[in-house]
T-cell receptor, first 112, second 113 residues
Framework: AQSVSQHNHHVILSEAASLELGCNYS??????LFWYVQYPGQHLQLLLKYFSGDPLVKGIKGFEAEFIKSKFSFNLRKPSVQWSDTAEYFC??????????FGTGTRLQVFP | DGGITQSPKYLFRKEGQNVTLSCEQN?????MYWYRQDPGQGLRLIYY???????QKGDIAEGYSVSREKKESFPLTVTSAQKNPTAFYLC????????????FGPGTRLTVL
């Protein structure tokens, strides 16, 4: 069974629009959650992570994500996107303490 | 300069040939991972190793093999048994702090002709 689901496969926005990318996980127990970004032709980069504590996590480049345990969700948000945010975004969860399992990714295109 | 390297960046092979992808790290990290990335499928775990001379299968290990003879090296062999080997392959390592201390390599794009 898929441990991480990203239902938005392709999102198209205009600059300055707000962004929310969905991520749901189906793994019970303690979870560690991550969002990564992969710009065209570049390495995978860690945007933010949640291990414990404040469920609202701030990351780099103005991104944030909220862990909602009751909804098994960890959605990524940005109030105002820029053309440079065009990239692919991956949600991931630690499974069985030693395996990082990724979602299928969301391709974001931002038009000027 | 510490980090994780993968070589080569692009690799071409004929169908039916085995090919080995390199992953080296000088971070002294114990755990190393191999992922395969395909469009629309995200990254899928092939093999991982928590310690030298030990490794475990991930979700899509069929058609692949690995070795972990040295802490700094975790090569991945794509065998002829792998039905669809053309993909982007990513290596990662994590430190003693667990996934709070993670590094991903630049990847190798393998094309089988």
């Amino acid at each position: 069974a898929q441990s991480v689901s990203q239902h938005n496969h392709h999102v198209i926005l205009s600059e300055a629009a707000s962004l929310e990318l969905g991520c749901n996980y189906s793994y019970g127990g303690t979870v560690n959650l991550f969002w990564y970004v992969q710009y065209p032709g570049q390495h995978l980069q860690l945007l933010l992570k949640y291990f414990s504590g404040d469920p609202l996590v701030k990351g780099i480049k103005g991104f944030e994500a909220e862990f909602i345990k009751s909804k098994f969700s960890f959605n990524l948000r940005k109030p105002s996107v820029q053309w440079s945010d065009t990239a692919e975004y991956f949600c991931a969860v630690i499974k069985d303490t030693d395996k990082l399992i990724f979602g299928t990714g969301t391709r974001l295109q931002v038009f000027p | 300069d510490g980090g994780i390297t993968q070589s080569p960046k692009y690799l071409f092979r004929k169908e039916g040939q085995n090919v080995t992808l390199s992953c080296e790290q000088n971070l002294n990290h114990d755990a190393m991972y191999w992922y395969r990335q395909d469009p629309g499928q995200g990254l899928r775990l092939i093999y991982y190793s928590q310690i030298v001379n030990d490794f475990q299968k991930g979700d899509i290990a069929e058609g692949y093999s690995v070795s972990r003879e040295k802490k700094e090296s975790f090569p991945l062999t794509v065998t002829s048994a792998q039905k669809n080997p053309t993909a982007f392959y990513l290596c990662a390592c994590i430190g003693a702090g667990g996934w709070d201390e993670q590094f991903f390599g630049p990847g190798t794009r393998l094309t089988v002709l």
